[in-house]
T-cell receptor, first 113, second 113 residues
Framework: KAGVTQTPRYLIKTRGQQVTLSCSPI?????VSWYQQTPGQGLQFLFE???????NKGNFPGRFSGRQFSNSRSEMNVSTLELGDSALYLC????????????FGPGTRLTVL | KQEVTQIPAALSVPEGENLVLNCSFT??????LQWFRQDPGKGLTSLLL?????REQTSGRLNASLDKSSGRSTLYIAASQPGDSATYLC????????????FGKGTLLTVNP
């Protein structure tokens, strides 16, 4: 069974640009969550999608947005990039309800110059 | 607001030692608790998931316990090996309908040969 995949693995952008990250969950998993990891703040929850609907959102500005497609694949978009957006962005999937284990992808390393 | 603390922040031990990593959380209304391992620059690997109704889970040389009422979990690693060197993260699943994982900052473990 294939794991969670994320593309691209590495990305370099400049301030003011926008970026789109992609996540493909494990087959059969309908929930996709996104997390940001930085050395200072650690891992922080961005949002969760389930059946194409945003179910929960963390405390991030509106520049961070996402969506989920009918095949459960998810994309995350960050507009007007700032230097502080440099981070490892991790995506996780689980089968359905909160009792299920979350599985993480390898992450996308975003560097903003 | 759920807060998760991991102690110690870093730990260095000789190969073969048994060790304990600690995790504490402020809100005992949790669904579950998950321990992860993260190698440098990589994604998260799930080690153990403990449901709120369980007291412990075991996988190979790993044993995780949960005391929900006191807001504590421990990860016990038996007979440590250099390959166990990594950052270990504790994540608490809570939030009811707004379920999300709240992570600690992690314990950086180094096992010396």
């Amino acid at each position: 069974k294939a794991g969670v995949t994320q593309t691209p693995r590495y990305l370099i952008k400049t301030r003011g640009q926008q970026v789109t990250l992609s996540c493909s969950p494990i087959s059969g998993h309908r929930s996709v969550s996104w997390y940001q990891q930085t050395p200072g703040q650690g891992l922080q929850f961005l949002f969760e999608y389930f059946s194409e609907t945003q179910r929960n959102k963390g405390n991030f500005p509106g520049r961070f947005s996402g969506r989920q497609f009918s095949n459960s694949r998810s994309e995350m978009n960050v507009s007007t990039l700032e230097l502080g957006d440099s981070a490892l962005y991790l995506c996780a999937s689980r089968f359905r309800d909160p009792y299920n284990e979350q599985f993480f992808g390898p992450g996308t390393r975003l560097t903003v110059l | 607001k759920q807060e998760v603390t991991q102690i110690p922040a870093a730990l260095s031990v000789p190969e073969g030692e048994n060790l304990v990593l600690n995790c504490s959380f402020t809100d005992s209304a949790i669904y579950n608790l998950q321990w992860f391992r993260q190698d440098p620059g990589k994604g998260l690997t799930s080690l153990l998931l403990i449901q709120s109704s369980q007291r412990e889970q075991t996988s190979g040389r790993l044993n995780a316990s949960l005391d929900k009422s006191s807001g504590r979990s421990t990860l016990y690693i038996a007979a440590s090996q250099p390959g166990d060197s990594a950052t270990y993260l504790c994540a608490v699943g809570s939030g009811g309908s707004n379920y999300k994982l709240t992570f600690g900052k992690g314990t950086l473990l180094t096992v010396n040969p």
